[in-house]
């Protein structure tokens, strides 16, 4: 298989691969959450695959790079991101704001990561418990495909690295409203000296990203990765990639976070200028960092289609300051963040 480089080909090989080999394995999970016992659960579980299909088929195009094992990597992204969103549902809808009953749901993205890891009772600071099985199901299907990784060993640090922001991340957005900056302030501080130059809330949206995970067990399926490479991934993804993903799921969820009161990064930036700004530097900085790995054009398509896919989106047209700044970047970033743009033709979003 050929790596896309050309958004059509791009698009092409999304809609045609990606796309139905993604909701063929979502479908098989929504039957597993039909069964769940507990009715809070199963709600949950089938409404964060309704309603978040999206972030499946999006972080799937990184199954690409799998080569003649795409299969393999899409059952793995689809999986893990189905675990993710099934999390956030759970701690979006939770009455205890407890950071233990969130930590531990969330040891099963890093169990997911760790073949042999012992069989945990991932709710067990919570009343709903009944799930008939269906988290260490998924649990356990990551599992299967990452033992088919040649030497795992050598990347399971950084794929646990990532993990591991992602759940703390989770942990401290999800606690008591005015607990969370000021934890999420702390997080921030013990990790300060080794970053770039970055502000809190940005440090916590590249922690909310999956994307480089994805991208590790995508490239190491097909061929093993030296720790160069491994590194470059990382540090190309987190925090630039990784960053501006997140950015721009914050910033065209503004108003509806406004309306609900919940917690945005894109709230803090001084102004609508600083904004722009520092969106433009994570662009500028996602668009350097991946020119050094293999399949350039590939991961600068999907730099550009990340703008394009969210920027195009129908909440922009509903806040007039977004869609002015989401044309300003556009335009700004060319060409094929301009397809992507007008197209609209890479997901269903």
Same mark, same amino acid.
């Given at each position: 298989?050929?790596?896309?480089?050309?958004?059509?080909?791009?698009?092409?090989?999304?809609?045609?691969?990606?796309?139905?080999?993604?909701?063929?394995?979502?479908?098989?999970?929504?039957?597993?959450?039909?069964?769940?016992?507990?009715?809070?659960?199963?709600?949950?579980?089938?409404?964060?695959?309704?309603?978040?299909?999206?972030?499946?088929?999006?972080?799937?195009?990184?199954?690409?790079?799998?080569? /003649?094992?795409? !299969?393999?990597? &899409?059952?793995? $992204?689809?999986? %893990?991101?189905? +675990?993710?969103?099934? =999390?956030?549902? *759970?701690?979006?809808?939770?009455?205890?704001?407890?950071?233990?009953?969130?930590?531990?749901?969330?040891?099963?993205?890093?169990?997911?990561?760790?073949?042999?890891?012992?069989?945990?009772?991932?709710?067990?600071?919570?009343?709903?418990?009944?799930?008939?099985?269906?988290?260490?199901?998924?649990? /356990?299907?990551? !599992?299967?495909? &990452?033992?088919? $990784?040649?030497? %795992?060993?050598? +990347?399971?640090?950084? =794929?646990?690295? *990532?993990?591991?922001?992602?759940?703390?991340?989770?942990?401290?957005?999800?606690?008591?409203?005015?607990?969370?900056?000021?934890?999420?302030?702390?997080?921030?501080?013990?990790?300060?000296?080794?970053?770039?130059?970055?502000?809190?809330?940005?440090?916590?949206?590249?922690?909310?990203?999956?994307?480089?995970?994805?991208?590790?067990?995508?490239?190491?399926?097909?061929?093993?990765?030296?720790?160069?490479?491994?590194?470059?991934?990382?540090?190309?993804?987190?925090?630039?990639?990784?960053?501006?993903?997140?950015?721009?799921?914050?910033?065209?969820?503004?108003?509806?976070?406004?309306?609900?009161?919940?917690?945005?990064?894109?709230?803090?930036?001084?102004?609508?200028?600083?904004?722009?700004?520092?969106?433009?530097?994570?662009?500028?900085?996602?668009?350097?960092?991946?020119?050094?790995?293999?399949?350039?054009?590939?991961?600068?398509?999907?730099?550009?289609?990340?703008?394009?896919?969210?920027?195009?989106?129908?909440?922009?047209?509903?806040?007039?300051?977004?869609?002015?700044?989401?044309?300003?970047?556009?335009?700004?970033?060319?060409?094929?963040?301009?397809?992507?743009?007008?197209?609209?033709?890479?997901?269903?979003?």
């Amino acid at each position: 298989m050929n790596i896309p480089v050309s958004p059509w080909a791009l698009v092409l090989e999304t809609r045609l691969k990606v796309i139905p080999k993604v909701r063929g394995y979502l479908k098989r999970w929504k039957l597993r959450a039909q069964e769940i016992p507990s009715p809070e659960l199963r709600k949950q579980a089938l409404a964060s695959i309704e309603a978040k299909q999206f972030h499946c088929e999006g972080g799937a195009i990184y199954g690409l790079l799998a080569k /003649r094992h795409w !299969q393999n990597a &899409i059952k793995f $992204i689809v999986t %893990y991101q189905t +675990i993710s969103d099934y =999390l956030d549902n *759970l701690c979006d809808r939770s009455n205890s704001l407890d950071p233990e009953d969130f930590a531990a749901l969330h040891q099963s993205l890093l169990d997911a990561l760790t073949p042999g890891s012992q069989d945990t009772n991932y709710y067990r600071f919570r009343d709903d418990q009944a799930d008939g099985g269906y988290l260490q199901a998924l649990v /356990r299907t990551c !599992q299967e495909v &990452i033992c088919q $990784i040649p030497n %795992y060993a050598a +990347i399971a640090p950084t =794929l646990h690295e *990532l993990a591991d922001y992602y759940c703390n991340l989770q942990v401290h957005k999800h606690v008591k409203v005015e607990e969370r900056v000021p934890r999420l302030k702390m997080w921030f501080s013990s990790y300060q000296k080794k970053l770039p130059e970055l502000r809190w809330y940005e440090f916590s949206a590249c922690a909310g990203s999956t994307l480089g995970i994805f991208c590790l067990v995508a490239y190491a399926l097909d061929y093993q990765l030296s720790d160069e490479l491994t590194d470059q991934v990382k540090n190309s993804y987190f925090p630039w990639v990784q960053g501006l993903h997140i950015l721009l799921d914050y910033l065209i969820d503004q108003e509806e976070d406004r309306v609900n009161g919940d917690l945005n990064f894109c709230f803090y930036y001084r102004d609508r200028d600083d904004m722009l700004g520092r969106f433009k530097h994570f662009i500028q900085n996602a668009t350097k960092s991946v020119s050094q790995l293999p399949h350039t054009q590939f991961h600068q398509l999907i730099n550009q289609a990340l703008l394009g896919v969210y920027l195009s989106d129908k909440k922009v047209r509903r806040q007039q300051d977004v869609q002015d700044m989401a044309e300003q970047l556009i335009q700004w970033s060319g060409s094929s963040a301009s397809f992507f743009f007008r197209s609209r033709l890479l997901i269903s979003h």
